[in-house]
C-alpha cells in the first residue's frame, strides 16, 4: 500500500514550458492529502530556490523537502533536519581546479548561491523569466571553504563528467540534463535524502513512489516501490522506471494515480 509519494519539481511538477502546476495536478494532490497520503518534494534545488515556483507550488502544504539531490532535508515548516554538506578534504583539491577551468559553475549553499564565472545558460533561463536583474556578480569559489556547501553545478558536457570527478574525491555526478551535472557527495543522493524523511515518518520502502524525468531522478526511482518515468522524460529514467506515463504538460502524474490506482476513475 502507497503511503508516500516523492516528485521531482523541474519537468515533473512543474512543465518546463508553463512553469506552473495544473489546476488538475492540484486537484489529485489534494485528494490524495484527505487519503492521508504523505507527499514530498524531492528536487536538485536548493532551498533558495522554493519561492521562486510559484504561488500554486507554494500554497500547497507539502510534508517535507528533499532538496539539493538529498544533501539538505526539511520539514513541512521548511526547517533543516538533516544535512551533508561537502568535505573540506574535497573542497582542498576541487577549489584549485574551479579556479582555473574555463567553463561555470554554480555552488549552491543552503540559502545562497553564486557563479565562479559568467554562465549565460543560467541568465537566459533568467531572463526568460524576467530574472535576469538577479544574475549575480562571478564570486571565487574559495569561498566553499568557509561557507557550508552542498553541490557543484558544472555546466560540462556528459563526457566532462569523469574528469570533474577525478579533481574532486569523494563527489560523484547526479546529472539532471545535457546542459549540467550536478556533483554531490560520494555517500548522497535523492534516495539517501529519502530515507532521512521516511524515518522521521516512519515510512517503509514497499510504501515509496516516486516520479522524475531526469538523469539524477533514476536512484530515486529505482529506489521507491513505484518509480515512474515523466513521458518527456530522457531514456535511460524510463528504461529505470516501472511505469512510463504522460508527459508533465498532459498531466502525466495525474495518468499515473489512475492507473496504479490511488485517485478514483
Same mark, same amino acid.
Given at each position: %500500500?502507497?503511503?508516500?509519494?516523492?516528485?521531482?519539481?523541474?519537468?515533473?511538477?512543474?512543465?518546463?514550458?508553463?512553469?506552473?502546476?495544473?489546476?488538475?495536478?492540484?486537484?489529485?494532490?489534494? %485528494?490524495?492529502?484527505?487519503?492521508?497520503?504523505?507527499? +514530498?518534494?524531492?528536487?536538485?534545488?536548493?532551498?533558495?530556490?522554493?519561492?521562486?515556483?510559484?504561488?500554486?507550488?507554494?500554497?500547497?502544504?507539502?510534508?517535507?523537502?528533499?532538496?539539493?539531490?538529498?544533501?539538505?532535508?526539511?520539514?513541512?515548516?521548511?526547517?533543516?533536519?538533516?544535512?551533508?554538506?561537502?568535505?573540506?578534504?574535497?573542497?582542498?583539491?576541487?577549489?584549485?581546479?574551479?579556479?582555473?577551468?574555463?567553463?561555470?559553475?554554480?555552488?549552491?549553499?543552503?540559502?545562497?548561491?553564486?557563479?565562479?564565472?559568467?554562465?549565460?545558460?543560467?541568465?537566459?533561463?533568467?531572463?526568460?523569466?524576467?530574472?535576469?536583474?538577479? +544574475?549575480?556578480?562571478?564570486?571565487?569559489?574559495?569561498?566553499?571553504?568557509?561557507?557550508?556547501?552542498?553541490? +557543484?553545478?558544472?555546466?560540462?558536457?556528459?563526457?566532462?563528467?569523469?574528469?570533474?570527478?577525478?579533481?574532486?574525491?569523494?563527489?560523484?555526478?547526479?546529472?539532471?540534463?545535457?546542459?549540467?551535472?550536478?556533483?554531490?557527495?560520494?555517500?548522497?543522493?535523492?534516495?539517501?535524502?529519502?530515507?532521512? %524523511?521516511?524515518?522521521?515518518?516512519?515510512?517503509?520502502?514497499?510504501?515509496?513512489?516516486?516520479?522524475?524525468?531526469?538523469?539524477?531522478?533514476?536512484?530515486?526511482?529505482?529506489?521507491?516501490?513505484?518509480?515512474?518515468?515523466?513521458?518527456?522524460?530522457?531514456?535511460?529514467?524510463?528504461?529505470?522506471?516501472?511505469?512510463?506515463?504522460?508527459?508533465?504538460?498532459?498531466?502525466?502524474?495525474?495518468?499515473?494515480?489512475?492507473?496504479?490506482?490511488?485517485?478514483?476513475?
Amino acid at each position: %500500500m502507497i503511503k508516500a509519494i516523492f516528485f521531482d519539481i523541474d519537468g515533473t511538477l512543474i512543465p518546463m514550458t508553463t512553469r506552473k502546476m495544473s489546476e488538475r495536478l492540484l486537484e489529485a494532490l489534494y %485528494m490524495l492529502r484527505i487519503q492521508g497520503i504523505k507527499l +514530498f518534494i524531492s528536487s536538485g534545488r536548493p532551498p533558495v530556490q522554493l519561492p521562486h515556483l510559484g504561488a500554486e507550488f507554494n500554497a500547497f502544504p507539502w510534508d517535507g523537502y528533499v532538496m539539493m539531490n538529498g544533501q539538505y532535508c526539511l520539514d513541512e515548516n521548511r526547517q533543516c533536519f538533516y544535512d551533508l554538506p561537502i568535505g573540506k578534504e574535497t573542497l582542498e583539491v576541487l577549489i584549485p581546479y574551479l579556479q582555473q577551468a574555463d567553463f561555470p559553475c554554480t555552488v549552491t549553499e543552503a540559502d545562497h548561491d553564486y557563479e565562479i564565472r559568467f554562465n549565460p545558460k543560467r541568465y537566459a533561463y533568467l531572463k526568460s523569466v524576467g530574472r535576469e536583474k538577479e +544574475f549575480p556578480e562571478p564570486v571565487d569559489p574559495i569561498r566553499a571553504l568557509t561557507h557550508p556547501t552542498y553541490q +557543484f553545478s558544472a555546466y560540462i558536457p556528459e563526457e566532462q563528467d569523469e574528469e570533474f570527478v577525478r579533481h574532486a574525491p569523494g563527489l560523484k555526478s547526479a546529472r539532471w540534463s545535457p546542459d549540467f551535472a550536478d556533483m554531490i557527495p560520494e555517500n548522497g543522493g535523492k534516495p539517501e535524502g529519502m530515507k532521512k %524523511m521516511m524515518e522521521r515518518f516512519g515510512l517503509k520502502q514497499e510504501e515509496i513512489m516516486a516520479f522524475g524525468d531526469g538523469g539524477n531522478d533514476i536512484s530515486m526511482i529505482e529506489y521507491a516501490h513505484i518509480g515512474v518515468a515523466m513521458g518527456n522524460g530522457r531514456d535511460n529514467v524510463k528504461q529505470a522506471a516501472d511505469y512510463v506515463t504522460l508527459d508533465s504538460e498532459e498531466d502525466g502524474i495525474v495518468h499515473a494515480l489512475h492507473h496504479f490506482g490511488l485517485l478514483p476513475e
